[in-house]
């Protein structure tokens, strides 16, 4: 939709590597090298100091006592993004009425993100659907759709550092809250093996794109066909999976 977006190389090597971290814990859960409590604690302790160092200003960069080329680095990837998301600025003017209406559309898209996914429960029962073709496929498309539209936004503004930040924090999210966290309090369960296909997809997936933003130094409308491409391959692959 929004054609190149260029991108700084150290923000992307910055966001990329962690996201790549959070992929492989999570592959380290699934094949139980590690357990539930010891990933979120790992993921908290990863997570936690990557919003603060991603929340520190230049000048206070400068007061480390780091290497100069990892300053240097930091200080790039901090500036790519804070530049890029403040080429709107003049246009949002401070107001505590901003807070409010963020609160209230959070709580909108909590409540009716639960309602899809209780629907599509009912829906799937009802109608023979696989699990696992429903939490892939279907619950991942529909409850993906805030973020889709956060996105779309982002990349027609231009601002192509936060549709990548956006994107890979987005999926380190779902890791998070949407497998660690209730495989601590529920256990894991025995997986299927589309789960695990969906695993191993999602690394490759991850590594591919990360690949394509690093040699085109940011979207185009190639990578994001290809993009597309490789989920509608996964899609397939999941589908054909269950009919066999």
Same mark, same amino acid.
């Given at each position: 939709?929004?054609?190149?977006?260029?991108?700084?190389?150290?923000?992307?090597?910055?966001?990329?590597?962690?996201?790549?971290? !959070?992929?492989?814990? &999570?592959? %380290?859960?699934? *094949?139980?090298? =590690?357990?539930?409590?010891?990933?979120? +604690?790992? $993921?908290? @302790?990863?997570?936690?100091?990557?919003?603060?160092?991603?929340?520190?200003?230049?000048?206070?960069?400068?007061?480390?006592?780091?290497?100069?080329?990892?300053?240097?680095?930091?200080?790039?990837?901090?500036?790519?993004?804070?530049?890029?998301?403040?080429?709107?600025?003049?246009?949002?003017?401070?107001?505590?009425?901003?807070?409010?209406?963020?609160?209230?559309?959070?709580?909108?898209?909590?409540?009716?993100?639960?309602?899809?996914?209780?629907?599509?429960?009912?829906?799937?029962?009802?109608?023979?659907?696989?699990?696992? !073709?429903?939490?892939? &496929?279907? %619950?991942?498309? *529909?409850?993906? =759709?805030?973020?889709?539209?956060?996105? +779309?936004? $982002?990349? @027609?503004?231009?601002?192509?550092?936060?549709?990548?930040?956006?994107?890979?924090?987005?999926?380190?999210?779902?890791?998070?809250?949407?497998?660690?966290?209730?495989?601590?309090?529920?256990?894991?369960?025995?997986?299927?093996?589309?789960?695990?296909?969906?695993?191993?997809?999602?690394?490759?997936?991850?590594?591919?794109?990360?690949?394509?933003?690093?040699?085109?130094?940011?979207?185009?409308?190639?990578?994001?066909?290809?993009?597309?491409?490789?989920?509608?391959?996964?899609?397939?692959?999941?589908?054909?999976?269950?009919?066999?």
């Amino acid at each position: 939709l929004a054609g190149r977006l260029p991108l700084r190389r150290q923000a992307m090597i910055f966001n990329g590597a962690i996201s790549l971290i !959070v992929t492989l814990m &999570l592959i %380290l859960l699934v *094949f139980g090298f =590690i357990s539930a409590p010891l990933s979120v +604690v790992l $993921l908290v @302790l990863l997570l936690v100091p990557y919003v603060i160092v991603s929340g520190l200003k230049p000048s206070q960069m400068k007061r480390w006592r780091l290497p100069a080329a990892a300053r240097t680095f930091l200080t790039e990837a901090f500036a790519s993004t804070r530049q890029a998301s403040g080429e709107n600025k003049a246009a949002m003017p401070k107001s505590w009425s901003w807070a409010w209406m963020g609160g209230a559309a959070l709580i909108v898209i909590i409540v009716t993100c639960m309602g899809m996914v209780r629907s599509a429960i009912v829906l799937s029962d009802a109608w023979g659907l696989n699990k696992t !073709v429903l939490g892939v &496929l279907v %619950l991942a498309f *529909f409850t993906g =759709i805030p973020d889709v539209i956060t996105a +779309v936004k $982002l990349a @027609l503004d231009g601002r192509g550092v936060a549709v990548m930040s956006e994107a890979l924090n987005s999926n380190t999210l779902n890791i998070v809250f949407g497998i660690c966290v209730p495989a601590t309090v529920l256990g894991l369960g025995t997986l299927a093996g589309p789960t695990i296909f969906s695993v191993w997809w999602l690394l490759g997936i991850t590594v591919i794109n990360l690949f394509l933003l690093y040699c085109m130094n940011g979207f185009t409308r190639m990578s994001g066909a290809l993009s597309v491409g490789l989920y509608v391959v996964f899609a397939s692959v999941v589908i054909g999976w269950r009919a066999i």
